[in-house]
């Protein structure tokens, strides 16, 4: 049996129902749940049991070797260009986040995974996009373009699986914890 795995970040309550109060306005968006809201540090996709245990061990140790640190939301974009297919909300530049994310990477090299090809954008997707509305599309991104979170302590970041459903929101549930530090 394989498990469908990402590395992520969970976000504080507070943050959520901010991006919640958000989340309007852009007919063809799917909005994302506060079950669906993480900023993803990296995926690993269909992963054997074998070695989902092996990278549980590498990532416990990249969270130990990574810090503590701050963390703030800040920003709106989509992914897709022409065809635009995701909304999100950045991160700010953060170097501690940079490096956590490598450090998720080097633990999936470290258990034999292949190198994840797109450099790490830092973001939380709130919606996924069916034709959207362009004009209304473009309302929401200068309606959002100043948001900017309070910060959080980051001292953690969870494991997850993902069962895709047809036709239905994936359903995330935590694996393990790796403290920071």
């Not at 953060?94 to 034999?112: F, I, K, Q, S, T």
């Amino acid at each position: 049996m394989s498990l469908r795995l990402f590395a992520a970040l969970e976000l504080p309550e507070f943050v959520c129902e901010r991006l919640l109060a958000l989340m309007r306005g852009v007919p063809g968006a799917q909005w994302r749940t506060r079950d669906h809201l993480h900023l993803t540090l990296r995926f690993f996709g269909d992963t054997p049991e074998p070695l989902a245990d092996d990278l549980d061990a590498a990532l416990s140790q990249a969270g130990l070797r990574a810090k503590p640190f701050d963390l703030r939301l800040k920003g709106v974009g989509v992914f897709g260009g022409a065809d635009p297919h995701a909304l999100w909300i950045g991160a700010v530049e953060n170097p501690a986040l940079l490096a956590l994310a490598a450090e998720c990477e080097r633990a999936a090299r470290r258990v034999g995974m292949k190198p994840e090809p797109r450099r790490f954008a830092p973001h939380v997707t709130i919606a996924y996009l069916r034709n959207p509305d362009r004009e209304r599309l473009i309302k929401f991104e200068q309606r959002c373009a100043l948001f900017e979170s309070e910060p959080w302590r980051v001292d953690s970041f969870t494991l997850f699986s993902s069962r895709v459903r047809r036709n239905a929101p994936s359903i995330y549930s935590p694996e393990a914890d790796y403290r920071l530090g």
